[in-house]
């Protein structure tokens, strides 16, 4: 059975303080992994799509990574604003409008 | 990134009533749109694919006859939650990626925050 686990469910962070967030898979055949970012009431806001073993992508303070198995979500020097639920997919057939979602982690950033 | 509206953001009905959800792609066409629903700290779950001018796939556990779903232009899709019932109040999520693209991302919309009394 495809699955998607995101690890910590939570986390509290001080401002500038980095951390990694994880996201595991285990599915039959990967077209690609995507990152959200959702705040509260709203919809997810696409941050990066990951196609391969070994790829990297940046935006601002967010680094995401990719291996056989997982997927990092890395926010250095994180400030208030960065607070919010990060999601992660993955797209099983080439119609990458069909995710299956990991459970998520809210990330709270304090001043 | 490509825009995706969603209308309304919030609705309260009452338990046996029928709701409308629009979900517009604003500057791109969509043959395929999908529909998600999300209870308070839990992920997406997938509900069903709109496919432009012909009958929308559901996934499993899916009632198609609750949630019917049109998809009448390349630009709009409906889901309609037929005779709601409390337990039907959750947060629907539209999305659409853009047509004639494979392996292109999807855009999803604000939500609508569906509350049945």
């Known amino acids: 059975e495809d699955q998607v686990t995101q690890s910590p469910e939570a986390l509290r962070l001080q401002e500038g303080e980095s951390s990694s967030l994880n996201c595991s898979y285990t599915?039959?055949?990967?077209?690609?992994l995507f990152w959200y970012r959702q705040d509260p009431g709203k919809g997810p806001e696409f941050l990066f799509t990951?196609?391969?073993a070994g790829e990297e992508k940046e935006k601002e303070r967010l680094k995401a990574t990719l291996t056989k198995k997982e997927s990092f979500l890395h926010i250095t020097a994180p400030k208030p604003e960065d607070s919010a639920t990060y999601l992660c997919?993955?797209?099983?057939?080439?119609?990458?409008?069909?995710?299956?979602f990991g459970a998520g982690t809210q990330v709270v950033v304090t001043p | 990134g490509a825009v995706v509206s969603q209308h309304p953001s919030r609705v309260i009905c009452k338990s046996g009533t029928s709701v409308k959800i629009e979900c517009r792609s604003l500057?791109?066409?969509?043959?395929?749109m999908f529909w998600y629903r999300q209870f308070p700290k839990q992920s997406l779950m997938l509900m069903a694919t709109?496919?432009?001018?012909?009958?929308?796939?559901?996934e499993q556990g899916v009632e198609k006859d609750k949630f019917l779903i049109n998809h009448a232009s390349l630009t709009l899709s409906t889901l309609t939650v037929t005779s709601a019932h409390p337990e039907d109040s959750s947060f629907y999520i539209c999305?659409?990626?853009?047509?004639?693209?494979?392996?292109?991302?999807?855009?999803f919309g604000q939500g609508t925050r569906l509350t049945v009394v």
């Open positions: 999305s659409a990626s853009e047509m004639g693209r494979l392996n292109t991302e999807a855009f």
């Open positions: 500057d791109f066409q969509a043959t395929t």
């Open positions: 990951l196609y391969s």
């Open positions: 599915v039959s055949g990967l077209r690609g």
């Open positions: 709109s496919n432009e001018g012909s009958k929308a796939t559901y």
């Open positions: 997919a993955v797209a099983l057939t080439d119609s990458w409008g069909k995710l299956q």
